[in-house]
């Protein structure tokens, strides 16, 4: 089942409209959980038809059968379980199987998706690292819980209503390599044509490592995909040509001076060793540093989602002192003294109305000698 608007999946989540597909990413539903009322983000990963070699000498042949999603979905809830708490975080509600989809069901909040932000412009240089310090925050959550994220992408961001960025939960990347190994087995190449079908060819989601015989991705390719990130909304394109997976790295990596002063954030985060790279916590300790001396002020208090990223202004806010703070931090014998210097807003309301009275005072009394 495609899940169509109107259309209920799981007898329980009630589909209200699609989310705009990107590359590699599935099935996205927005939908309204019918128990609690909540709206919530559904992705769907679909399980492909695979042939079955040892059945084509059989006297029952069966070219195909669909993939057994048990294993998958053993897997994906080992990651469920495991997932930690964090308020760049979004949160997971359920996993489950139906009609050839394996399903998660996230936290879907008022927030604005990050590729609609770029399709307009591509982001000032400390908004986006105020962006990628809340990504890494999220990052370093999840890798202290051992794992790895796996999707760290534009259509994997939300921008909420305070300006702040949230990441996507990691579930959907662990059924993608659960699937592709499943798909692939041992054999090396086989997992790639499996793992680039569902993921594509995005420089996101191909750190260099992941392109050997024995490609495994640790937390160093979260980093190297958050290096792509950061250049691709930066300079509104990516550092690599995208044609392939191997063919990412044939030709010579994209300037990064057009980042500004996010420049060798990212070609750290691009080093080709895995080594060489920051960590989520050195990144997040390097972006808190270019934030302090920022230019300009910090995401604003309130935000309109439909209008983010907010307009700032070209110089620093400087707050102004409300009237009277001056004398109340002054010492209680001073503020006495300051209190008592002050002239009374009522001397002139009582010198207009003792005239009032002396002349109506007046007049009475030449009434009263003239009778």
């Keep these: 089942m495609r899940a169509g608007p109107g259309q209920t999946v799981a007898a329980r989540y009630q589909v209200t409209d699609r989310v705009p597909e990107g590359e590699a990413l599935g099935l996205r539903r927005l939908a309204t959980d019918l128990h609690s009322g909540v709206p919530v983000l559904l992705e769907a990963l679909e399980l492909p038809e695979v042939l079955v070699p040892e059945l084509a000498g059989s006297e029952n042949f069966e070219a195909s059968r669909w993939l057994d999603?048990?294993?998958?979905?053993?897997?994906?809830?080992?990651?469920?379980?495991?997932?930690?708490?964090?308020?760049?975080?979004?949160?997971?509600?359920?996993?489950?199987?139906?009609?050839?989809?394996?399903?998660?069901?996230?936290?879907?909040?008022?927030?604005?998706?990050?590729?609609?932000?770029?399709?307009?412009?591509?982001?000032?240089?400390?908004?986006?690292?105020?962006?990628?310090?809340?990504?890494?925050?999220?990052?370093?959550?999840?890798?202290?819980?051992?794992?790895?994220?796996?999707?760290?992408v534009a259509e994997q961001v939300l921008i909420c209503a305070d300006g702040a960025a949230l990441l996507g939960d990691p579930v959907g990347a662990a059924a993608e390599?659960?699937?592709?190994?499943?798909l692939g087995g041992a054999d090396g190449r086989r997992w790639a044509q499996a793992r680039t079908g569902?993921?594509?060819?995005?420089?996101?989601?191909w750190a260099p490592e992941l392109l050997g015989p024995d490609a495994a991705g640790g937390p160093e390719a979260d980093l190297w995909a958050l290096g792509v990130l950061l250049q691709r909304a930066l300079t509104g394109l990516g550092p690599f040509p995208e044609?392939?997976?191997?063919?990412?790295?044939?030709?010579?990596?994209?300037?990064?001076?057009?980042?500004?002063?996010?420049?060798?954030?990212v070609d750290r985060l691009l080093a080709a060793d895995p080594a060489e790279r920051p960590t989520a916590e050195e990144t997040g300790q390097w972006l808190a540093e270019l934030l302090a001396h920022a230019p300009e002020p910090l995401r604003a208090e309130e935000v309109v989602p439909q209008v983010l990223p907010v307009p700032r202004p070209a110089r620093p806010l400087v707050p102004r002192p409300r009237r009277g703070r001056a004398v109340a931090q002054l010492p209680p014998e001073h503020a006495r003294h300051a209190g008592a210097q002050r002239p009374s807003r009522l001397?002139?309301?009582?010198?207009?109305?003792?005239?009032?009275?002396?002349?109506?005072?007046?007049?009475?009394?030449?009434?009263v000698f003239a009778g």
């Design 69 to 152: 999603p048990a294993d998958l979905l053993t897997a994906v809830r080992a990651v469920l379980a495991r997932i930690p708490e964090h308020p760049r975080l979004r949160q997971v509600f359920e996993v489950f199987a139906e009609d050839g989809l394996v399903w998660v069901v996230g936290e879907q909040p008022t927030a604005v998706g990050l590729p609609q932000l770029l399709q307009e412009e591509p982001l000032a240089p400390y908004r986006a690292a105020e962006l990628a310090a809340d990504l890494v925050g999220a990052l370093g959550a999840v890798h202290r819980a051992g794992l790895v994220h796996g999707q760290v």
């Design 177 to 182: 390599e659960a699937l592709a190994r499943g």
């Design 198 to 205: 569902l993921v594509g060819a995005r420089a996101e989601r």
């Design 243 to 265: 044609a392939t997976p191997t063919a990412l790295f044939a030709a010579d990596r994209a300037d990064s001076a057009g980042c500004g002063p996010l420049g060798p954030l």
């Design 347 to 367: 001397l002139p309301v009582l010198l207009v109305g003792g005239v009032l009275v002396a002349m109506v005072l007046g007049m009475a009394a030449v009434v």
